[in-house]
């Protein structure tokens, strides 16, 4: 399991192309695979092949770590896996907050697979006055007004899964309350000051890509 995290100082990594963190922790799941199978060593052919990329481009990827593949004999699994997960910072654990416990946000409350991932959800957020004070998952549900009284400091990921309408303005409450990243599941693009993290996981815009590409499909 994840170790509680390292002071910031010590736990920097470098910058890394979007596209290639994308495909590291896809990476890391066929490893695990692999090693279920009883496989000692795998070469960037046999990856290549499995996740539908070039050869060069798996071997440019982990090339962002500090570990080197054997000529004619591959990379060691169980090697690759402890890299890849302290590279990912996967084996730490931060914390986070959830805001908008309705089904999506409850869903991810009850997504325990997130701690593997070195990530945990400290306390949600809601203002249905019939979630306040529910424990979903192990967590608790405190009324937005709470926030400033809950939080603490060595919490600074925020998850924000509130109506659309609610987004830019939760979004401000979490930056005010000193929150420095926001995993953003709303189809908003929120704004927030230089400095502040936003990943966007819009799952209807995912949905309309799945529509586009079976309506192509379609008529070929």
């Keep these: 399991m994840p170790t509680e995290s390292e002071p910031d100082a010590a736990r920097r990594m470098p910058l890394v192309p979007e596209p290639t963190l994308s495909r590291l922790p896809i990476y890391l799941t066929y490893l695990k ?23 060069t481009q798996v071997t440019k990827d982990l090339s962002h770590t500090n570990i080197v593949g054997k000529t004619r004999v591959g990379y060691e699994v169980d090697s690759l896996i402890g890299e890849l997960e302290g590279f990912l910072r996967f084996n730490t654990m931060d914390y ?12 991810l409350l009850l997504d325990h697979g997130l701690a593997q991932f070195g990530f945990s959800i400290r306390a949600a957020f809601d203002v249905n006055p019939d979630k306040i004070g529910l424990n979903i ?20 990921i925020g998850i924000l899964t509130v109506p659309v309408d609610q987004a830019q303005r939760v979004a401000d409450v979490m930056i005010a309350g000193g929150l420095m990243a926001i995993w953003n599941f709303t189809s908003v693009r929120i704004r927030v000051p230089e400095g502040v993290v936003v ?22």
């Design 33 to 55: 695979l692999a090693r279920k199978d009883g496989k000692k060593y795998v070469s960037s052919t046999m990856m290549a092949k499995e996740m539908g990329v070039d050869p």
């Design 96 to 107: 986070g907050y959830l805001f908008g416990a309705g089904s999506l946000g409850t869903a």
């Design 137 to 156: 998952g192990g967590t608790t549900i405190y009324h937005l007004d709470d926030f400033q009284k809950v939080k603490r400091p060595d919490v600074r």
């Design 199 to 220: 990943q966007n996981t819009s799952l209807y815009a995912h949905l309309a890509v799945i529509f586009n590409r079976l309506q192509a499909s379609s008529t070929k």
